[in-house]
C-alpha cells in the first residue's frame, strides 16, 4: 500500500542552524502539506503546496521557512534558523488523488529537537 | 472558519466496554470531518472519514461515527474495547485544504 514516508526520523540541530526536513508523498497525489505537533499539544497546520506553488500557509509559517518540491518526487521543509520553539514533531501529509480528492496521509513524522 | 472541539482530554473504559469519543465541529459550510488515530510515538493514521455520503460511517479497527448536522457533531463510538485501542485520537475537519484538528482524546483501556 502507498505510503508517506519521512526523513530523517529524529533530527537533533543547535540554535541558529538550518534544516531540511524531507518527505516522499504517495505518487499519484497532487496537494502536499507540512503540519507540526509541539509534545503534547494538537497537531497544527503549516503549509500547502498546489501546482507547485504554496496555496495556504498559517500565521507559524513565517519567512524562516520555506517548502520546495524540487525533483517532482520530494517535498522538503527548510527552516533558515532554528529557535528553540521549533522543537516539535512535522508531519509530512499528501492528498489528492481521483478517488479520494479530501483524505490527507501523513508521514511517520520527524522529531525536531533545538538545542 | 472551521474548528472543532473534542470533549473530554481523556477518556478510561474498561476492556470490552463502549467506547465513545466526543466531537462537535464549526463551519460556514458543510465540511468533510475525519477521525485520526496516533499511537505512541508514530504518526496520524486515518480510522474514518465523513464526505457527505452516509452519515453513519464505518472506519478500521471496529471504529465508526455518526455525522448529525443538526447536533454539530461527529462521535467516534466503538461497542467493545480492546487494549490495542490504548491511543490518542484526533478529530479534524476540512473544507477541501487545510485539516484543523482538535486538542486529541487520550483513551486508556482498563484490562
Known amino acids: 500500500e502507498p505510503e508517506v514516508t519521512q526523513t530523517p526520523s529524529h533530527q537533533v540541530t543547535q540554535m541558529g542552524q538550518e534544516v531540511i526536513l524531507r518527505c516522499v508523498p504517495i505518487s499519484n497525489h497532487l496537494y502536499f502539506y507540512w503540519y507540526r505537533q509541539i509534545l503534547g499539544q494538537k497537531v497544527e497546520f503549516l503549509v500547502s503546496?498546489?501546482?507547485?506553488?504554496?496555496?495556504?500557509k498559517s500565521e507559524i509559517f513565517d519567512d524562516q521557512f520555506s517548502v520546495e518540491r524540487p525533483d517532482g518526487s520530494n517535498f522538503t521543509l527548510k527552516i533558515r534558523s532554528t529557535k528553540l520553539e521549533d522543537s516539535a514533531m512535522y508531519f509530512c501529509a499528501s492528498s489528492g488523488d481521483r478517488d479520494t480528492p479530501y483524505e490527507q496521509y501523513f508521514g511517520p513524522g520527524t522529531r525536531l529537537t533545538v538545542t | 472558519a472551521q474548528s472543532v472541539t473534542q470533549l473530554g482530554s481523556h477518556v478510561s473504559v474498561s476492556e470490552g466496554a463502549l467506547v465513545l469519543l466526543r466531537c462537535n465541529y464549526s463551519s460556514s459550510v458543510p465540511p468533510y470531518l475525519f477521525w485520526y488515530v496516533q499511537y505512541p510515538n508514530q504518526g496520524l493514521q486515518l480510522l474514518l472519514k465523513?464526505?457527505?455520503?452516509?452519515?453513519l460511517v464505518k472506519g478500521i479497527n471496529g471504529f465508526e461515527a455518526e455525522f448529525k448536522k443538526s447536533e454539530t457533531s461527529f462521535h467516534l463510538t466503538k461497542p467493545s474495547a480492546h487494549m490495542s485501542d490504548a491511543a490518542e485520537y484526533f478529530c479534524a475537519v476540512t473544507l477541501g485544504g487545510k485539516l484543523t484538528f482538535g486538542t486529541g482524546t487520550r483513551l486508556t483501556i482498563i484490562p
Open positions: 465523513y464526505t457527505s455520503a452516509a452519515t
Open positions: 503546496f498546489y501546482n507547485n506553488e504554496i496555496s495556504e
